[in-house]
T-cell receptor, first 114, second 120 residues
């Protein structure tokens, strides 16, 4: 079945450092891909998405490119801030009878130190 | 506006209590979801409503009973819960456009802030 694998954290960075959180997937067909962010004590917020190969999603300085050839959707940011500290989930859209459902990776906790 | 609201924010209940969680969206979305999230884990899908009809029940115990009174509201009725049911309960909604890439939906789910449930 479809699945998402993302790097396990925690990841600790200093402010203004570069961030990459790896995400790879296994899926039938062409799933839509998402990054969600969860700040402490809150629900999930959509960070960015891509629905087809070579699409680049971007938001708040974060970017991710849908790479069909490597089945990847890595999250990147050039300069992180303390306010980026959160848990990041990579997800893909389900297939067939699970169409519209989300399949999540295990999440990566990011801590940014001043 | 992509807001999904949930009430209450926090809920503490005993194992013999009956309580309900409420979720509301006014984005015209026709699919609504309940998820359960334990600490340090991703959300786990519980139920999906599509056009106000239950379309997916992921083998959830009967002590959880969902209800979709109309296209904007989703409730989760709780009865005789166990301490292991303590978790963050998240509601989400999506457009249900029917657009798909070879079987995969392109819809985006928008989540509410969740209800933090503690069962004593």
């Amino acid at each position: 079945g479809d699945s998402v694998t993302q790097m396990e954290g925690p990841v600790t960075l200093s402010e203004e450092a570069c961030l990459t959180i790896n995400c790879t997937y296994t899926a039938t067909g062409y799933p839509s891909l998402f990054w969600y962010v969860q700040y402490p004590g809150e629900g999930l917020q959509l960070l960015l998405k891509a629905t087809k190969a070579d699409d680049k999603g971007s938001n708040k300085g974060f970017e991710a490119t849908y790479r069909k050839e490597t089945t990847s959707f890595h999250l990147e940011k050039g300069s992180v801030q303390v306010s980026d500290s959160a848990v990041y989930f990579c997800a893909l859209s389900g297939y067939g009878g699970s169409q519209g459902n989300l399949i999540f990776g295990k999440g990566t906790k990011l801590s940014v130190k001043p | 506006d992509t807001e999904v609201t949930q009430t209450p924010k926090h809920l503490v209940m005993g194992m013999t209590n009956k309580k309900s969680l409420k979720c509301e969206q006014h984005m015209g979305h026709r699919a609504m979801y309940w998820y359960k999230q334990k600490a340090k884990k991703p959300p786990e899908l519980m139920f999906v409503y599509s056009y106000e009809k239950l379309s997916i029940n992921e083998s959830v115990p009967s002590r959880f009973s969902p209800e979709c009174p109309n296209s904007s509201l989703l409730n989760l009725h709780l009865h005789a819960l166990q301490p292991e049911d303590s978790a963050l309960y998240l509601c989400a909604s999506s457009q249900k456009t029917g657009t798909a890439n070879l079987g995969h939906s392109t819809d985006t789910q928008y989540f509410g802030p969740g209800t933090r449930l503690t069962v004593l």
